[in-house]
């Protein structure tokens, strides 16, 4: 009875979880009316698909090991368990598939592809969609396999995905949305290549993730001692230094800055001659609110720590905003060097900057 009433506390109010479903199905609903309407009319050109799925793919890959889908932390969450690498491995998989980028994003490339191939397209969106998240995976286990090289190795991933965009901004044929493409529209040897190139990822999951995923069980202590060592960031004021480390700890600001070398892609797919500056500023709007919203979250006992901190009050706010508004300035530097690196001007010379 005692574990009943403890599973219950887990689950959604019934009233939540049927809102939630209706939502869900008319979402869906709306999904394939329209990928109908568009497959039956033919509006959806193979080319409208590679530039809606390149930045997906991105997306998709690298962000899961800067903590967006997979849930990074979980091996250091679940380390005095006795667990085998197959129950983590099936966990963060499980976290993926439930993350938001995919339960709104994937029927939404999977309708694009039926709009444009129908049901064949269907199955190269489901191979698609399978290999960007086995991408994810090894990024999230390769981080995670070596906790001490943790801030090493998320920069290696930041640098290959700034390459990767530029790459596939100038030749989006050659990326996974290409491939995909060429095995809808090739023939013959052209298209058994592009299914081969297609299926490359799972081959690369499925000799990694064991490896890896052995190593991160391996690393208990490691991640123990890499969370004593880290110390924070050097600053003339300890209290603005606590708050400044206190936000770079949390997965959510990781996020965020990692979606600040996203946000140019989509823009610039979104939002033909846009500049630089539209860039800074959604991040700022976005990308800035999440880190304010969130401000006394990260400290991780709110309001108490504010109370009894031995400093006055006026301090630990004006220490707060002062890291806030650093933040603001950290998250335009990597997006304004991935806006620049794709070509997009820095501003509008017909525009007034104001």
């Not at 049927?18 to 050109?45: C, D, M």
């Not at 070398?261 to 979104?270: G, N, Q, S, T």
Request: contains cysteine; aromatic residues 10%.
């Amino acid at each position: 009875m005692g574990r009943v009433r403890r599973v219950r506390h887990l689950s959604l109010p019934r009233h939540v979880a049927v809102l939630a479903a209706l939502v869900g199905l008319a979402y869906l609903g709306a999904l394939a009316f329209v990928a109908q309407w568009a497959y039956v009319r033919a509006a959806v050109e193979p080319q409208m698909v590679l530039a809606f799925l390149t930045p997906v793919w991105l997306l998709w890959a690298l962000l899961p090991a800067f903590g967006g889908g997979g849930e990074i932390d979980s091996p250091r969450y679940l380390d005095p368990y006795p667990l085998r690498p197959a129950f983590l491995v099936t966990s963060s998989v499980t976290s993926t598939a439930a993350d938001v980028q995919y339960l709104f994003i994937a029927p939404a490339a999977t309708a694009a592809c039926y709009a444009a191939w129908g049901w064949q397209g269907v199955a190269g969106a489901v191979l698609f969609i399978v290999g960007a998240a086995a991408v994810g995976q090894v990024c999230v286990w390769t981080v995670t396999a070596w906790p001490t090289r943790q801030w090493l190795t998320i920069s290696l991933l930041s640098v290959v995905l700034v390459g990767t965009a530029a790459l596939l901004k100038r030749q989006p044929q050659v990326g996974p949305a290409g491939w995909l493409v060429a095995a809808m529209t090739g023939q013959g040897s052209d298209r058994a290549l592009a299914v081969a190139a297609l299926m490359t990822p799972l081959l690369l999951f499925a000799v990694a993730i064991g490896p890896l995923a052995r190593a991160t069980l391996r690393s208990r202590g490691e991640r123990a001692a890499a969370g004593r060592t880290i110390t924070g960031l050097v600053g003339p004021l300890p209290v603005y230094r606590a708050h400044m480390y206190s936000i770079w700890r949390s997965n959510t600001a990781k996020v965020t800055l990692f979606s600040s070398l996203i946000i140019p892609l989509v823009i610039d797919a979104a939002l033909p001659g846009a500049t630089a500056v539209t860039v800074l500023a959604f991040v700022v709007g976005a990308g800035g609110a999440i880190i304010a919203t969130n401000a006394y979250s990260y400290d991780h006992t709110g309001t108490l720590w504010l109370l009894a901190f031995p400093r006055r009050r006026w301090q630990l706010l004006a220490a707060k905003a002062m890291a806030i508004v650093s933040w603001f300035v950290i998250l335009t530097i990597p997006a304004t060097a991935v806006a620049v690196g794709i070509g997009m001007p820095l501003t509008d010379r017909d525009a007034d900057l104001g």
